[in-house]
């Protein structure tokens, strides 16, 4: 079952601007993961956030966590045309589901389109 | 290169055969994960594997089953295969199984079923 949301959905911009998505969640959790897909590839972790932090930075990414609103968000800074992607947050709930080992939930996305 | 490779790379399958996906990776980590993934409802887990010889289910498992003969590889079968298989198929691994822990994902396979 999806744990976390990502919203916007779809989201395009130019070069040189700021991108943010955003990321809400319904259970507790230790620790939550943004990871970028390219067309066609598979998922690479971009940065992990423990539920202790609020705010985590990694090269032109930044992220934030509210754990009272169960909610994060991903900002990219002076984006690039090869940043397009998608873009999901990934959570492993406190209480997890018997069937699930430690296997991340995912959202659903957001896509990113960076023009040049 | 260390990582994760997958085969096949995309495959047509006709409804009704068996077909396993194959998924090794040479990082020696105990984790293993099968997600597949469909346009609308983002990754879902089929099976996992903790370590070497234990395996479980996730929560799509139906029509699919994994084994775990040793740490490189964890291959996903479908014993007879049915149209609403058809997804793009992603191995993972991950060092140990447990919280905070980033995973590693293979290229994927593209599969049809028709």
């Known amino acids: 079952s999806q744990q976390g949301e990502e919203d916007p959905q779809a989201l395009s911009i130019q070069e040189g601007e700021n991108a943010t998505m955003n990321c809400s969640y319904k259970t507790s959790i230790n620790n939550l993961q943004w990871y970028r897909q390219n067309s066609g590839r598979g998922l690479v972790h971009l940065i992990l956030i423990r539920s202790n932090e609020r705010e985590k930075h990694s090269g032109r990414l930044r992220v934030t966590l509210d754990t009272s609103k169960k909610s994060s968000s991903l900002l990219i800074t002076a984006s690039r045309a090869a940043d397009t992607a998608s873009y999901f947050c990934a959570t492993v709930p406190v209480e997890r589901p018997r069937n699930s080992g430690y296997a991340l939930n995912f959202g659903k996305g957001t896509s990113l389109l960076v023009t040049p | 290169i260390a990582g994760i490779t997958q085969a096949p790379t995309s495959q047509i399958l006709a409804a009704g055969r068996r077909m396993t996906l194959r998924c090794t990776q040479d990082?020696?980590?105990?984790?293993m994960y099968w997600y597949r993934q469909d346009l609308g409802l983002g990754l879902r887990l089929i099976h996992y594997s903790n370590t070497a010889g234990t395996t479980g289910k996730g929560e799509v498992p139906d029509g699919y089953s994994v084994s775990r003969a040793n740490t490189d590889d964890f291959p996903l079968t479908l014993a007879s295969a049915v149209p609403s298989q058809t997804s793009v198929y992603f191995c993972?691994?991950?060092?140990?199984?447990?919280?905070?822990?980033?995973?590693?994902f293979g290229p994927g396979t593209r599969l049809t079923v028709l």
């Open positions: 990082m020696r980590h105990n984790a």
């Open positions: 993972a691994s991950s060092p140990q199984p447990g919280q905070g822990m980033e995973q590693f």
